[in-house]
């Protein structure tokens, strides 16, 4: 009998470079930040970055743990030019949007194939999703509110600021 499953772990193979496209997507939007002189809304950027990393990692030891043989291959250049602060939270959360439907297609995948080990590693990610793409419609929905105000938004650029990263920006 063929093992279903095995589709399924390409599909998680591929989604580690999903995670680490959106890893790339983030540094882009933070690079582009750092520039324009937003160093909160760059350090917010870059923890996010760190986030989908830990995802690819994560995604990474589940297929290690059920003895796959990971490909690793080239991710795309990423975005780095943008028009404004909207724009870049515009595309966090297209990306995100994206991410989400990648995941929902591979958890569908695995529950007709009764790949359950998958399922309940892609139950953590689907639920992980939901609370992004709520933090990315809320942080564009504010940053939209405040756009025209210079003032307001380098408020807003320092309160991004006070996010705490998982690993430390400079190497120690
Ligand atoms: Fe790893 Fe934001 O999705």
Redesign the pocket.
């Known amino acids: 009998m063929k093992d279903s499953s095995q589709e399924v772990y390409r599909r998680l193979n591929e989604q580690i470079h999903e995670?680490l496209a959106?890893w790339y997507g983030y540094l882009g939007m933070s690079i582009w930040c750092s520039k324009n002189y937003f160093a909160g809304f760059a350090k917010w950027l870059n923890s996010q970055a760190q986030?989908?990393y830990m995802?690819a990692v994560k995604i990474q030891q589940f297929l290690i743990d059920r003895g796959v043989q990971i490909t690793l291959k080239g991710i795309e250049k990423p975005r780095q030019e943008y028009n404004s602060i909207v724009e870049i939270f515009e595309a966090a959360l297209a990306q995100?949007q994206a991410?989400s439907a990648s995941l929902n297609d591979i958890f569908q995948l695995a529950f007709e194939s009764r790949a359950y080990a998958s399922v309940t590693e892609l139950q953590w990610f689907i639920n992980e999703?939901v609370e992004?793409e709520r933090t990315a419609q809320t942080n564009l929905a504010h940053i939209k509110m405040v756009a025209s105000d210079p003032a307001a938004v380098l408020e807003l650029d320092k309160s991004f600021g006070e996010r705490q990263s998982l690993f430390p920006v400079q190497p120690e």
Do not use: V
Request: zero cysteines; proline letters at 0%; glycine letters at 0%.
């Open positions: 995670e959106a986030e989908e995802h995100e991410n999703q992004e």
